[in-house]
């Protein structure tokens, strides 16, 4: 590395910090790892039943599962219920595209919600405008850690006889009129995806319900219809949760409230020192609804411009996401043309996400306000 990008990296912010940065944290992840490997129980046993219990727990549910991914999870899910050819499940156009990609892999048709453009999330008005006598499903997405408004949809969905399956992948422990992500819905999913807010050291993902049949089914398609060796009742899959993974999720999951607190606080130093700024900045929630800040996502006009200056600040950015799911070449067959989903089109292009990460102190809130303002503040019209 040059001495000129050294000393950048010095002054720079990255976009999210993983266990590495942390050795305290980083040694009893590998003691618990360690263990794994001495016993050499590698599929399934005591330390994904103990994990299962414990996510159960905390997400305020009556059952968790452990999946091999947030993906495989939203597959199950789907499954579970029963989701498959000639039914259509309604999915956000702003979201992470496996939300859509499951939809597809389980022989059913998506179809695209647009977004509100203060949330970016999906309102009842806009799954409303989805709907059709083949809807079997909606599937909310709490994206960046916000909760979607979800009593309006729960009635919606009771009157067309769907399920509702929650996308909490990037949404664990943020509450919604207290309750708890992915305990709402008939089930919930989420991603152990490393960076994710408890994250794995590889893949991982749980699905989440109170209801025991559901539940049941989820369990034999994660590992061959099978609840016994070799006596196959359905046919499932390999979609288990890893032991390793399991154990790793364990020590985070018992950090992750007060990682998710210093997440928080940092979001409401950013917020505080972009107050002005032409920059829409995430909106506060409700007095009994919690943000459990995946991403600190602003909305900006001339948003290539602000990630350019801040990229020659060493500020790392990111887009989340820079196309919307109907405009990816994956999906293209579905022919839903450009306009279709205006709202979700045009934040592709002015949303951008800002570094945030636990452990992001006061001087790197500071570079990347500064940075802001350093980019706003010039002769360029920046409207909002
Ligand atoms: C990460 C993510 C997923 C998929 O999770 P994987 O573990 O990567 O398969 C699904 N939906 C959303 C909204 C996500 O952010």
Redo the contacts with the bound molecule.
Sequence with gaps: MSAVAEAQDTVGVPFTRLDAADPERLDELLEVVAGVARRSAFTLGAEVEAFEHEFAAYCEAAEAIGVS???DA?ILALRALGVGPGHEVVVPAN??I??AEAVVLVGATPRFADVDPETQLVTAATIAEALSERTRCIVP?H?YGRMVELDPILSLAREHGAFVVE?A??AHGARYHGRRAGAIGHLGCF?F?PA?NLGAWG?G?AVVTSDPALADHVRLLRSHGERRRYHHEICGTTARLDALQAAVLRVKLRHLDADTARRRAAAARLSAALAGSPLALPRPTEEDSDHVFHLYVVRCAQRDALREHLARRSIATALHYPVPIHRTPAFAHLGVGPGALPVSERLAGELCSLPLFPGMDDQAIARVAGAVWEATGGSAPWPA
């Design positions: 991914s947030g993906t939203l979201s992470f496996a939300t997405v994206l996308d992948c990037q991603s995806y994710k893949d993902g």
